[in-house]
Structure formats: structure tokens, C-alpha cells
């Protein structure tokens, strides 16, 4: 049985993305919008972890954080916030909450986190098929996500942590189009623009280090995103 998550966030398009990358993980979560409407949702659904948003309406995470423990005191509770001052972090942290991640965040921080703390409150960690891939083999070149390297037919790789995680994205929709957007909220948090700079610069080391595979092919689609062809 997977692990079930508690994901507490007012920001549809946000929640969406985050919620579809933890169901992508193994786990199985409920998306809660209203800060009043968290505590119904915690006792129906029992969680094994909350992912918490400060800001909501109604009633804000440090509240709810706090009417969390009252109830379950060994319930792991991680804040994702754009508040980055050092009393929010201070206040997250004295008002319940076991991990403050600040706004933009990555998709994979976000997850390696989380199952920090489910192993630090002794619940199991998530198993079964749904587990993405460490290693990606595509044309003649593999991708190790874990080691963060990238081998082609001319040398071995060491990538950044971002770019591990595009080359990733792209090659699992190769083929097909990886929307900017998409990529930029999971891996950046943030599609404003200087994470699409960010981005570009990037995608300009990994074409260069693909360059010298014929069978190949990065397409920047204008305003769109990119194909990956092998």
C-alpha cells in the first residue's frame, strides 16, 4: 500500500503539478485548497505525511499545523512557503512543522525531503512499480539520475542537479513535446523569467554535450517547449 499525503495548497495550477509528481512517486494524496476544510480531510483520509502551504484562506498553515500535532504529535509536517524570512522559517518550525521549503522549490527536493522524514518517524518507504527510473538509456547514451551522469558515445558527464532532471523530463516525453511551463514549475517552482533564462542556459550545455550523436536531436519549439528525437 503506498504512502498517503496530505497536500494543503490554494494555487490550482501549483497543486496540480506537485500533486501529479507525488502520485508519479508511489504516493496517493489529497488536495485540500481551503484551510478550513483541512482538519475534515485529515481525519477521513489519514495521512502519513502533510505538505502544508502557509498562506490559504480561511486559516493559515501555522495554524493548522498546530491543530495537526494536537491531534497526531508524530505526523511529519513540511512547509512550502514563499515567506523567506528567518522568523517565517522560525515560526514554521515552533508552530509544528518538522521541514520548511522555500517557493520556487524542485519537484526531486521536494521528494528526497519527504522520505527523510517518513524514515525519521519510522514509516515505510514507498515501494511497488510506480517508482520512476534511475537510469535512462536513450539512442546510444545513458542517463544516471541518482550519480547525476550523463554517458555518450564521446565521454562520461557529471550534470548539474537541474540538468539531470531536464534531461530526465525530456527524454521520458522523447519524441514528444515537453512543454517550458511544465518543466520550469517541477524543476524550478517558478516559470517567471529568469528561471526561463536559467533554463536556456541549460539547455545549451546538454545539446553541447549531445552534439556528437547523428541519431539525435533537441527541437526547440518556439514559445512551446522541446522535443527530444532518438
Same mark, same amino acid.
Given at each position: ?7 494543503? !495548497?490554494? !494555487? ?85 512543522? &518538522?521541514?520548511? #521549503? %522555500? ?5 526531486? !527536493? ?6 527523510? #522524514? #517518513? ?13 520512476? &527510473? ?14 547525476? %551522469? ?16 531536464? #534531461? ?6 522523447? &519524441? ?5 511551463? !511544465?518543466?520550469?514549475? %517541477? ?7 529568469? &528561471? ?35
Amino acid at each position: 500500500m503506498s504512502l498517503k499525503v496530505l497536500y494543503v !495548497e490554494d !494555487e490550482p495550477f501549483l497543486s496540480h503539478i506537485v500533486s501529479d509528481g507525488l502520485k508519479s512517486s508511489g504516493y496517493t494524496v489529497q488536495v485540500v485548497g481551503d484551510g478550513n476544510l483541512v482538519m475534515d480531510a485529515y481525519a477521513s483520509f489519514l495521512p502519513d505525511i502533510c505538505v502544508l502551504d502557509i498562506m490559504l484562506p480561511s486559516k493559515d498553515g501555522y495554524t493548522l499545523a498546530k491543530e495537526l500535532k494536537t491531534v497526531q504529535p508524530d505526523l511529519p509536517v513540511i512547509f512550502l512557503s514563499a515567506k523567506v524570512l528567518t522568523e517565517d522559517v522560525v515560526k514554521g518550525f515552533k508552530s509544528g512543522g &518538522n521541514d520548511y #521549503l %522555500k517557493k520556487p522549490f524542485s519537484m526531486e !527536493e521536494l521528494l528526497v525531503r519527504m522520505e527523510a #522524514l #517518513l524514515h525519521r518517524f519510522g514509516r515505510a518507504a514507498v515501494t511497488g512499480p510506480e517508482i520512476q &527510473n534511475t537510469i535512462y538509456h536513450f539512442g546510444s547514451c545513458q542517463l544516471d539520475t541518482v550519480q547525476q %551522469k550523463l554517458k555518450t558515445s564521446s565521454g562520461e558527464y557529471a550534470l548539474s542537479f537541474k540538468e539531470s532532471a531536464l #534531461l530526465e523530463m525530456m527524454i521520458i516525453r522523447k &519524441n514528444d513535446v515537453l512543454e517550458r511551463q !511544465e518543466a520550469l514549475i %517541477k524543476i524550478w517552482g517558478d516559470d517567471n523569467y529568469y &528561471n526561463t533564462r536559467s533554463m536556456d542556459v541549460f539547455m545549451t550545455h546538454i545539446r553541447k554535450l549531445l552534439k556528437d550523436e547523428p541519431d539525435m536531436q533537441i527541437m526547440n519549439l518556439r514559445s512551446i517547449g522541446y522535443k527530444l528525437i532518438c
